[in-house]
């Protein structure tokens, strides 16, 4: 079984602009998280969706967003990008439902350098 | 509310002796706790997880964690430290609230193994 694709896995963007990382589940997985990890801050919640709809959310501005769309997939964007939004950004994905033991599958990352 | 303290920010040992990185919980709930470990660049490994079964829990790579209540701690061991378990190690906390999960990250430990 395939584990959590993420995509791209390095991306360089300068301020100002925006930017658009994807994951893909676990086939079978209906939920996807986002985390934010910077040396300085750690591991951040960004969000979680279900069933496309966000059920959770962290303390982030409006400049992060994300989607989910049927096949569970997941999009998040950060718009307006700023120098403090380097960071390795981890999507983690985990099966709802019978069997949930609510644990987090990870993917390797999508780590985002802002010049 | 819920919050993980991971009492070691950096953790040294030598080859072949045993590891033990603590962790410290507060829940309002019966939680779920889980450790992971990050290799450089990587995302994130489940390496065990307690979900109110045995208290001993025995995970991958020869380690191990005990769930002690009355303490509040989950920490995690290993008898016999190897060059590859070098890493970032998080202790999480879980609990269901509404039939979702919520995660709180502690902010890690970062294991050196000395030859």
């Known amino acids: 079984k395939a584990g959590v694709t993420q995509t791209p896995r390095y991306l360089i963007k300068t301020r100002g602009q925006q930017v658009t990382l994807s994951c893909s589940p676990i086939?079978?997985?209906?939920?996807v998280s986002w985390y934010q990890q910077t040396p300085g801050q750690g591991l951040q919640f960004l969000f979680e969706?279900?069933?496309?709809?966000?059920?959770n959310k962290g303390n982030f501005p409006g400049r992060f967003s994300g989607r989910q769309f049927s096949n569970s997939r997941s999009e998040m964007n950060v718009s307006t990008l700023e120098l403090g939004d380097s960071a390795l950004y981890l999507c983690?994905?985990?099966?709802?439902?019978?069997?949930?033991?609510?644990?987090?599958?990870f993917g390797e990352g999508s780590r985002l350098t802002v010049l | 509310a819920q919050s993980v303290t991971q009492l070691d920010s950096h953790v040294s040992v030598s080859e072949g002796t045993p590891v033990l990185l603590r962790c410290n919980y507060s829940?309002?709930?019966?939680?779920?706790l889980f450790w992971y470990v990050q290799h450089p660049n990587k995302g994130l490994q489940l390496l065990l997880k307690?979900?109110?079964?045995?208290?001993l829990v025995k995970g991958i790579n020869g380690f191990e964690a005990e769930f002690k209540k009355s303490e509040t701690s989950f920490h995690l061991t290993k008898p016999s430290a190897h060059m590859s378990d070098a890493a970032e190690y998080f202790c999480v906390v879980s609990d269901r609230n509404s039939g979702t999960y919520k995660y709180i990250f502690g902010t890690g430990t970062r294991l050196k193994v000395l030859a």
């Open positions: 086939s079978g997985h209906r939920s």
């Open positions: 983690a994905s985990s099966l709802v439902g019978a069997g949930d033991t609510g644990e987090l599958f």
């Open positions: 829940s309002s709930y019966s939680p779920s």
């Open positions: 969706y279900f069933s496309e709809t966000q059920r």
């Open positions: 307690y979900t109110s079964a045995a208290t």
